[in-house]
């Protein structure tokens, strides 16, 4: 069975320049996340699709960080103009539920993990 | 600010029994989280809840604001990272995670 996959695994940028990072989710999954883990600290929440809506960007820490998810399935994370503070592990995860019942659970992929140079 | 807490490092010998304490600031959460992280690899759920549970070797203790992750019969391939998180509300009915800082699992032979 597919858990959730990203792509690339790795990146390497040079400072100034535009990245986009890709999610596929768990077929059927309605809700998708993503997840800044900067070194050394847990994952931190950037943003929020139910389906193809994004519900909740509060977590995008500046208007260089883009998201979509155009058909409700895979997910586009794109950071315009790099910095090195973008450097991080980027995680995306999904989950078949909206809410938090019992049986919520998000899966998370990999991550991509980003080096600007 | 939500924010969740668990110690940096923890340190047990095989075969023992090993405590990550977790406690939360997060509005309006009720459940615990605990995933195991190895570097490069998926974190992944071991288990959950807003009352204490078992899932094979591990077992989760609840308090409202605070959580305990037991894990039984340490192995060495055990040693890794363990995040404790907690849900948020968010804009239309999601629940975004807000995860401590983990813990470092390790074991000692």
């Known amino acids: 069975g597919a858990g959730v996959s990203q792509s690339p695994r790795y990146k390497v940028a040079k400072r100034g320049q535009d990245v986009a990072l890709r999610c596929d989710p768990i077929s059927g999954h309605v809700s998708l996340f993503w997840y800044q883990q900067a070194l050394g600290q847990g994952p931190e929440f950037l943003t929020y699709?139910?389906?193809?809506?994004?519900?909740?960007k509060s977590g995008l820490p500046s208007d260089r960080f883009f998201a979509e998810r155009p058909e409700g399935s895979v997910s586009t994370l794109k950071i315009q103009r790099t910095q090195q503070e973008d450097s991080a592990v980027y995680l995306c995860?999904?989950?078949?539920?909206?809410?938090?019942?019992?049986?919520?659970?998000?899966?998370f992929g990999p991550g991509t993990r980003l080096t600007v140079l | 600010k939500d924010q969740v807490f668990q110690p940096s490092t923890v340190a047990s010998s095989e075969g023992a029994v090993v405590e990550i304490f977790c406690n939360h600031s997060v509005s309006n959460a009720y459940n615990f989280f605990w995933y195991l992280h190895f570097p490069g690899c998926a974190p992944r759920l071991l288990v959950k809840g807003s009352k204490p549970s078992q899932q094979g070797r591990y077992n989760m203790t609840y308090e409202r604001f605070s959580s305990s992750l037991l894990i039984l019969q340490v192995r060495e391939a055990d040693a890794a990272v363990y995040y404790c998180?907690?849900?948020?509300?968010?804009?239309?009915?999601?629940?975004?995670?807000?995860f401590g800082t983990g813990t470092q699992l390790k074991v000692e032979l």
């Open positions: 998180a907690c849900p948020g509300i968010l804009t239309g009915g999601g629940n975004k995670l807000t």
């Open positions: 995860a999904s989950s078949y539920q909206v809410g938090s019942g019992s049986r919520y659970e998000q899966f």
């Open positions: 699709f139910q389906n193809e809506a994004q519900l909740d």
